[in-house]
């Protein structure tokens, strides 16, 4: 499963930035992949996994804005289209259990 967190914070005050900075960490060291800007991903293994990241944005949210949680399988993922770009490789994005490098 994938689990995909889409935000738009404010940016207007020193307060607002430093909310975004902090929520934005809390994603990456959570395990979170940006994806593009204000869009990051994460592999989660089943439900249960899901509901206690869901758990734990909801813990750590900012105090302003707009945060929104998707999550599919990945083969629905899968079949996302790149309108313009390309997809990045330089990233290890996978749901393989043993990673051999």
Do not use: C, H, W
């Not at 934005?24 to 592999?43: A, N």
């Not at 989660?44 to 302003?64: D, M, Q």
């Amino acid at each position: 499963m994938r689990t995909i967190v889409f935000f738009d914070l404010p940016m207007t005050t020193s307060e607002n930035i430093r909310e975004y900075n902090k929520f934005r960490k809390f994603l990456i060291k959570s395990g979170f992949m940006m994806m593009q800007e204000s869009v990051y991903t994460k592999i989660l293994l089943n439900t249960t996994a899901v509901n206690a990241v869901v758990e734990n944005i909801k813990k750590n949210r900012p105090k302003e804005g707009l945060v929104q949680v998707l999550t599919v399988t990945e083969k629905q993922f899968s079949k996302m289209e790149f309108v313009v770009g390309e997809k990045k490789s330089d990233v290890l994005d996978s749901d393989e259990r043993l990673v051999i490098l």
